[in-house]
């Protein structure tokens, strides 16, 4: 397999991948619920002939190319949409009320579609063979785990490495964004219920004033940001809810806090944890009421190992040339569910760029998202250069 041949074949097809992605794009479905996705891929691998194809629990699906399995280079998809509902003009905007593909996944989707055609199409010029994971609930921070419980990183064949692409509306479509590392911020999420003594408004003093605990919380948590970690690590604290109370003359019993916590280390992250439980409860009691936190863990830090980021760049640069290459300078506080692979085998993960050059690119999981069919095959293009770049170089750790 050949550059040049891949080109050819891709722009052959264009027009129906192209199709591929706005038939998606206008059936989203919700995370670990993907039925109608998951079955119109898997049709739609059928009808390209392949035949190694596995449903990997409810909606989950595993396709299999080529027939050594002793060099096996695996590519992630995520499948699922949004609850959003789509506000603008398109001819194929989403046609199930409140859900909306406003993250990319449906060319996510399609581009390894599109890419095991071309794979199955020259299967006899692989040098190895590709895993196709196509993975439900992103968005739900479930899917990657669920995948992986699922056997699909050791069944056979069992990859040597994964990648996958994320649309990026900030770049033109037919570019790539990239950088080794640290790539993106673990996500937790946090609920701490303030417990006070309810009362009269008339007379705080004979109450335990649980709203005003909880502002002072809200104060004491950005403190651990601002005054407790190096101004060279990066993390977020964003309280994102406070509930307390029904009546304007009635100090509540209670209030509940909930919030995000971003962090782009591992330490860093466990003593952002230990701090905000900390903070809360003494907070609490400083002012006669106490607290209860509650700290979910979630997505860790996601990390583009060096050495396969490297060949993935060189992939990159070589399929769709330097001028097309962006080096990304800085991880985003931003999470990927991708980043549970990394746990297991050396992962990495680039961005495609989706924007437009004549108009206004508007962020991911807007309702007003919306990426340039360009990207289309920029994406094709990219997943089976670095798939291929893979099976012949990629040796491990060097």
């Known amino acids: 397999m050949n550059l040049d041949q891949i080109k050819k074949q891709i722009l052959e097809k264009e027009n129906d991948f192209i199709a591929i992605r706005r038939q998606l794009h206008q059936y ?26 596995k449903r990997t629990g409810h909606t989950g699906l595993v396709a299999v190319i080529g027939n050594d399995y002793d060099n096996c280079v695996a590519i992630r998809a995520d499948m699922d949409g949004l609850a959003i509902e789509e506000d603008n003009d398109s001819a194929y905007k989403s046609k199930i009320p409140g859900l909306m593909h406003a993250c990319g996944h449906d060319l996510h989707t399609t581009a390894l579609l599109a890419a095991a055609y071309i794979f199955h199409k020259n299967q006899k010029d692989l040098k190895g063979c590709v895993k196709l994971i196509f993975q439900p609930g992103e968005e739900v921070a479930k899917g990657a785990k669920y995948m992986i419980d699922q056997g699909v990183l050791r069944d056979q064949p069992v990859p040597k490495c994964i990648f996958g692409l994320h649309s990026y509306p900030y770049i033109s479509a037919g570019k790539v964004y990239h950088r080794h590392g640290k790539m993106g911020a673990s996500s937790d999420r946090f609920i701490i219920k303030v417990l006070g003594k309810s009362g009269h408004a008339a007379h705080p003093e004979k109450a335990v004033d649980p709203i005003l605990i909880a502002s002072h919380i809200v104060l004491g948590l950005q403190e651990i940001v601002s005054r407790e970690i190096s101004a060279t690590d990066q993390a977020v604290i964003t309280v994102a809810s406070i509930q307390a109370g029904q009546t304007s003359n009635l100090i509540p019993e209670s209030a509940l806090i909930k919030g ?107 309702k007003d998202f919306s990426l340039n069919d360009q990207a289309v095959k920029t994406g094709i293009l990219s997943m089976v250069a670095v798939a291929l770049e893979l099976l012949q170089t990629y040796k491990g750790e060097e």
């Not at 995370?31 to 739609?44: A, D, I, L, P």
């Not at 009421?289 to 509650?294: K, L, P």
């Open 28 to 53: 989203p479905e919700l995370g670990m619920k993907e039925y109608k996705t998951s079955n119109f891929v898997y049709q739609t691998l059928k009808s390209f002939g392949l035949k190694n194809i």
């Open 260 to 366: 995000s916590i971003r962090c782009l280390d591992e330490d860093i992250r466990a003593f952002v944890h230990q701090r905000i439980d900390q903070v809360a409860k003494a907070l609490a009691q400083g002012f006669r009421g106490q607290a209860q936190v509650q700290i979910n863990k979630g997505i860790p830090v996601s990390y583009n190992d060096p050495v396969l980021s490297k060949k993935i760049e060189a992939a990159l640069i070589k399929a769709l040339g330097k001028d097309k290459y962006i080096y990304n300078p800085e991880p985003t506080m931003g999470s990927e569910d991708f980043a549970y692979y990394g746990a297991y085998l050396p992962s990495a993960m680039y961005r495609l760029g989706t924007g437009f050059e004549d108009r206004e690119n508007y962020p991911l999981h807007s």
